[in-house]
């Protein structure tokens, strides 16, 4: 079976990258793929509990990314590095995720035949 991982990078809100990565992962996932989700740096912002999106006039994606058990996604992968430099815990996020130990990224990047970051 093949597989996908989608490599969320960016703030939300911050242009179409976070609708594109959703997206992306609900399609792969439709078509049976296996697919997960890891997010880096700024990219946790889009997991993050209680966003208020209307200053920026985008829509709240909070409601897709806990659709993923739905579509059979789960595996999301948070780089741990990432959440403490932010001051963030797995408390302050919207979904289940698994850490990942800066080391483990190269080696769950292998896990996966398909990579796509945006």
Do not use: W
């Not at 209680?50 to 806990?66: E, H």
């Amino acid at each position: 079976m093949r597989s996908t991982l989608i490599i969320n990078q960016k703030a939300p809100h911050a242009g179409m990258g976070t609708r594109e990565a959703l997206d992306a992962a609900l399609a792969t996932a439709a078509f049976g793929v296996k697919t997960g989700v890891l997010f880096l740096d700024d990219g946790i912002f889009q997991i993050i509990k209680n966003q208020n999106t209307d200053p920026a006039g985008q829509k709240n994606t909070a409601a897709i990314f806990k659709s993923f058990a739905l579509y059979d996604i789960d595996h999301i992968f948070v780089r741990a590095k990432d959440l403490a430099l932010r001051g963030l815990t797995e408390e302050d996020l919207s979904v289940e995720v698994q850490l990942v130990e800066d080391d483990a990224v190269s080696d769950l990047f292998c896990q996966f035949d398909n990579l796509l970051t945006f």
